[in-house]
């Protein structure tokens, strides 16, 4: 019987059937599966010297580098559970992360030290925190990179035994109208729904053999893939589809540290990239980048593209065809199915505007009547074991189905198309308002840059709807007043918001790490004192 596959394992695979080929890719440092495997040994030795045993909730609060790399791996080897952070979150939402998880250890940059001392002493569980400097001073208190990994590369002794059904990470939702919430996800979970994304019909994965010899030239293209990976490993996405199905594959791992988008065109020339994994922001910035322009930079290594977190517009796919010959695949998903639930290469054939087919054996229902509007819920091997609760840690099973809270149609072949998010959607006389149809007649005006609206309380146990703006100029040509004349002039009446708020925080409307506008910080923000048009 074949030995289940664990996440911890990826690298050892890699290292068993292709030591010298590259791993992971940083900046001009290189990393072979031999030396990749070797740190993360001495990273878990580390770890363990630490006193972090199986179950315990470890944060990796640092931006996409090779220590970010080595812990995960590290913390899978040892049956720990792995807590990444995106280094956007700071102050009460950073401290509500780590409470959340109970984390009794902190993997971070010299940096980002003054964020955690500020919130450290409100949670007495942590128990020990990794500095990684760049020549900083030491903050007391902390242990440095050079200290955890003083021991060597030799592996600890009494590793436990784990099985795929195990915790291995806590992925935390999007947070966009609620605090997100910590997802327990398995080995399991995870390999799984990499398996279900190699599987996709549009899609096929270079994975050579034992024994295959690398091309090593500069000009010919490598016999394995090599994935450009610019989103945040904290995102779930790019942790498990980019990261691990990249080990898992045999392949190499672009890291890009902060993303830029000719620096990313860069880095597809010269490192033959031949997956990309973004998310629409990225593939915008992409496609108006000055490389992008046809003759600048060689982009034919590129074999397959992948977006998640929200649709990509129809001339944004036209203008990446035009210039690349590939299509952008749009996924869906959600980090309680780790994350990948849908994706239009999962499909015979793309679908403009839609959602594209469940992968692999993801079974995906959309309301009770089929051509009808509905809740998404999805059942598969890939969905989470339950939310992490502390109080219970150990009386997760997991059922394998996730009630999404979205609203999705599907089609009669079994293409889905997304509608809105559930806490998003207002209904009012007894039919549903999107929040889109405001934001589109809104945008539609040139003097208006932005646009989001959303359903907030109204002080009387119900909800109506609000929209922020952010003009072209300050101040603006019109008043609040000509907003909604022109919302009542082309909405029904039950569709148009009752307020329409100018945001000054800052130049673009409040988002999330991964792009997607953030409605719970606008909400926050309603409040008859707000600045209006």
Known sequence: MQQELLVGELVRQGLSLYPGRLSLVWRDRELTYLGLSGQIDAVAMGLANLGVQRGDRVAIYTHNIPQFVQTYYALARLGAIAVPINVHWRGRDLHYLLEKAAVSGIVTLVPLWPRVSEI?????????????GTGEPQPPGTSSWQQLISNGSTAPSNLPSLEGRDPMMIAYSAGMSEPPKPALLSHFNLLANCEQVADMNQVSFLQTAAGEQASNSETAT??????????????LFCLNIGLNLTMKLGGTAVLMENFEANAAIELIQERKCSLLFGSPPIFKAIVEATRFA??????????????????IPNELQKAFYERTGKPIFVTYGAVEASPVISCTAAGSQLVANSIGYPVGVMQVRVGNQPNHAGQLVAEGPNVMLGYFDSANPVTLKGEGRFASGDIAQSGPDGRIYFIERGEDILVAAGRPVLPTQIEQVLLTRPDIIEAAALPVEDGYGGRQLVAFIIPTSMPPDFTEADLMLECRQKLPAQACPVRIYIYEDGPTLPRLPDGRIWRRALRALVAPTSEVV
């Open 120 to 132: 450290g002493g409100s949670l007495p569980e942590i128990q020990w925190v990794v500095a990684i």
């Open 222 to 235: 490598p016999n394995f893939e090599v994935a450009l990976l610019p989103l945040p490993l904290s995102d």
């Open 294 to 311: 046809p003759g600048r930079f060689d982009l034919s290594s590129l074999k397959h593209a992948f977006s998640y977190g929200g649709p």
